[in-house]
């Protein structure tokens, strides 16, 4: 029988199952920004951690929590929301040989299906450890997005109104720095580049919320390009 | 937030997944379909990033938040972890309302 150290100094000599708790715990900081920015964009506590407890996905959360901040309707701030969440579907597609075979648990792992949890499990070689890497990694992020999101619910009750301290401004910031790591690749730079464009243009022409949907049409525009290739 | 657009968000998130999940095995995607998809993040960041940054009521503005916004990105540039980006944005943004 093992004791619990042992247990756990047997858990932490997996890097992979080290690095996806990690990883989780440094989720959980943007988790507490989500709470203090949800609740002071006038979104209440209990849906905010309702939101990262039923469609956990970061970027989804804060697009939806910004567009509604800002007085945009509804239909935007769902259609920006899930176009950001499709590539939740992307991954999923590409998770089948780690994902487990009973019913339940399969619904429970789908949930768990996010950028971390695929990242963490697609660096692995061996199945065992994609497996593992993908359930410790989603499992954390979990807990701590959760966790975060309620301490931030917390700390932001207090914060008051958001235009005096410039939290308007925290969401074009976290979007960008949710959007520099992409930079990296010549074509999702192209896209953006193109997204962009495309939103200044229909700022002035089209009703609130177009602008953001089209912005996806950058996307549209770099894969056929590529494919013609 | 209404409860609709809550229960929308959360069924929808969940629907990608799930589908996903379901679908593998007996789908797979066109390789115009995996750029797509892989594109569609960074394209639609930048648009909510250009409209929340510039967007004053239906025509192109430069204001305060602009202004913090820059700062933000600055600070996203020297590689600050994303909390201290936040704050460094809002924190520019309210100080030149102040002035």
């Known amino acids: ?229 | 937030m209404t409860w609709w657009l809550l229960g929308g968000l959360a069924a929808g998130c969940y629907f990608f997944k799930i589908t996903g999940v379901l679908a593998a095995g007996s789908f797979r995607l066109s390789g115009a379909g995996q750029s797509f998809l892989a594109y569609l993040t960074p394209a639609v960041l930048s648009g909510l990033i250009v409209v929340q940054t510039f967007d004053g009521g239906g025509r192109l503005t430069i204001s305060a938040l602009t202004a913090g916004v820059t700062t933000g990105a600055v600070a996203t540039w020297m590689k600050a972890p994303l909390p201290a980006v936040l704050l460094v944005a809002s924190a520019a943004t309210a100080a030149i309302r102040l002035l």
């Open chain 1, 1 to 229: 029988m093992l004791t619990v150290s042992e247990r756990l100094k047997a858990f932490w000599s997996g890097r992979h199952r080290r690095d996806g708790f990690l990883l989780g715990l440094a989720v959980g900081t943007f988790g507490v920004t989500f709470g203090v920015l949800a609740v002071s964009a006038g979104v209440s506590g209990l849906q905010a951690v309702l939101m990262s407890l039923l469609m956990f996905t970061g970027a989804s959360q804060f697009a939806a929590v910004g567009v509604v901040s800002t007085g945009g309707d509804p239909m935007s701030a769902l259609g920006a929301a899930l176009l950001l969440a499709a590539r939740n579907g992307a991954y999923a597609l590409s998770m089948s040989e780690v994902m487990p075979s009973g019913r339940g648990s399969r619904l429970i792992a789908a949930q768990l299906i996010i950028d971390e949890s695929t990242a963490m499990a697609e660096a692995q070689v061996k199945l065992e450890e994609t497996r593992e890497a993908f359930w410790v990694t989603g499992l954390s992020v979990f807990f701590f997005w959760n966790l975060g999101t309620l301490i931030g619910v917390l700390v932001g009750g207090v914060v008051g109104d958001p235009l005096t301290w410039g939290l308007d401004a925290a969401f074009p910031a976290g979007f960008l720095a949710l959007l520099v790591p992409h930079l990296k690749d010549r074509n999702k730079r192209r896209a953006a580049a193109t997204g962009a464009v495309v939103a200044a243009v229909t700022i002035p022409l089209l009703p609130a919320g177009f602008p953001v949907l089209l912005a996806s049409l950058g996307a549209v525009a770099v894969a056929r390009i590529e494919s013609r290739k």
